[in-house]
């Protein structure tokens, strides 16, 4: 349901992988298999990033998420569940 309403509120570029439900790891992979037989049948040289954005969520305050939520015009009562999902949030490593 979350999710939903987020897709809803906030387009999910096309290419995006991560987070979502998708085959996204093999999508990727075969773009850049496409890419490298593209750049040796071309004769072009070719760089690849791979770029982690495991720790992307810590390091964004929940403050910023909460009033970006604002700005986007969500419904104040989806931005409150956001934000008691937040509250008291902690993590624990067994």
Same mark, same amino acid.
């Given at each position: 349901i979350l999710t939903?309403? +987020?897709? @809803?509120?906030?387009?999910?570029?096309?290419? *995006? $992988?991560g987070f979502i439900v998708s085959s996204g790891w093999s999508k990727n992979i075969q773009l850049l298999q496409l890419l490298?037989?593209?750049? @040796? $049948?071309?004769h072009q040289p070719l760089g690849a990033v791979f770029v982690d954005l495991t720790k992307a969520?810590?390091?964004?305050? #929940? +403050? #910023?998420?909460?009033?970006?939520? @604002? *700005? @986007?015009?969500i419904d104040d #009562?989806?931005?409150a569940l956001i934000k008691i999902l937040y509250d008291?949030?902690?993590?624990?490593i067994d």
């Open positions: 939903a309403h +987020f897709i @809803k509120a906030c387009p999910v570029n096309p290419q *995006q $992988r490298i037989q593209c750049a @040796k $049948r071309e969520f810590d390091t964004v305050s #929940h +403050f #910023h998420v909460i009033m970006a939520l @604002k *700005q @986007k015009v #009562h989806f931005v008291n949030l902690t993590t624990q």
